[in-house]
């Protein structure tokens, strides 16, 4: 006897909520599953504490940076110089304007002094003028010892003393080129003057209502021709050169 073995069909599957029919996934792919998501979970935190041989080169990175650094060092370095250097020249600059303020009140006395020389030759020189008067006087009242006009040497021709100029007084010329009050800053520029090749000097002098200066000068010179160049020279050079007699 047949027995009546009825098939179940696709329809007496069971569904879900939605009317789909409900499959079983294997346990072997769910083990797998779990097993990827420890295993990567493992692997980041080896990475990150450093026991895996992972590392990265940063040595092109580093020298870019050095390079950079070093770039914009020099960059600063050359504006410090160029600010420097700009600070120096507005230094110079205000220190010549004002010499030019403080120079003609000092010019008058390189005239005081020229007359002061000038005094000491004339009150030197009538000396010798009176000496001179006083021998030829002296030499005219002498009576002759005898009155026989044979004998030239009795009559003695008056004796004329040429006038000299005191031997102790020498002229010579010097080119001033500035006039301070700060001693420092005179100093300072008399080394500067030597550096580019002058014989510089400073020479202090008190000057009544003034107060005290101190002069800047290169020389003296002997021959007055030598003091005019020198003084064109210093003047092309910028500074403010004038000749005065010593």
């Not at 990475?47 to 990265?56: A, C, E, K, L, N």
């Not at 005239?111 to 009538?126: F, H, R, W, Y």
């Not at 020389?219 to 003084?231: C, I, N, V």
Request: proline share 6%.
């Amino acid at each position: 006897m047949k027995q009546n073995v009825k098939k179940r069909s696709y329809s007496d599957q069971p569904l879900d909520g939605v009317g789909r029919t409900k499959r079983k996934l294997p346990l072997y792919w769910i083990g797998l599953l779990c097993f990827s998501s420890f295993w990567m979970f493992g692997l980041g935190i080896l990475v990150g504490r450093g026991s895996v041989d992972i590392t990265f080169d940063t040595r092109p990175l580093q020298k870019e940076l050095a390079a950079i650094t070093e770039r914009l060092q020099k960059k600063e370095k050359q504006d410090l110089e160029e600010y420097a250097g700009n600070l120096d020249n507005k230094a110079e600059l205000d220190f010549y304007e004002e010499l030019k303020e403080v120079e003609p009140k000092e010019k008058p006395e390189a005239l005081e002094k020229t007359e002061e020389v000038a005094g000491i030759q004339s009150e030197d020189i009538p000396v010798k003028k009176s000496l001179a008067k006083a021998t030829k006087a002296k030499i005219y009242l002498q009576p002759n010892e005898a009155d026989d006009p044979a004998e030239p040497e009795e009559t003695q021709s008056p004796v004329e003393i040429k006038e000299e100029k005191p031997e102790g007084i020498k002229f010579h010329w010097t080119v001033q080129v500035s006039s301070v009050k700060d001693p420092a800053a005179a100093e300072r520029m008399v080394a500067k003057l030597k550096t580019q090749g002058y014989s510089a000097y400073s020479v202090k002098a008190e000057t009544p209502g003034v107060g005290v200066w101190y002069r800047v000068r290169v020389g003296p010179y002997k021959d007055k021709g030598m003091a005019e160049t020198q003084m064109s020279e210093l003047k092309r050079t910028g500074y403010d050169a004038f000749m005065i007699s010593l």
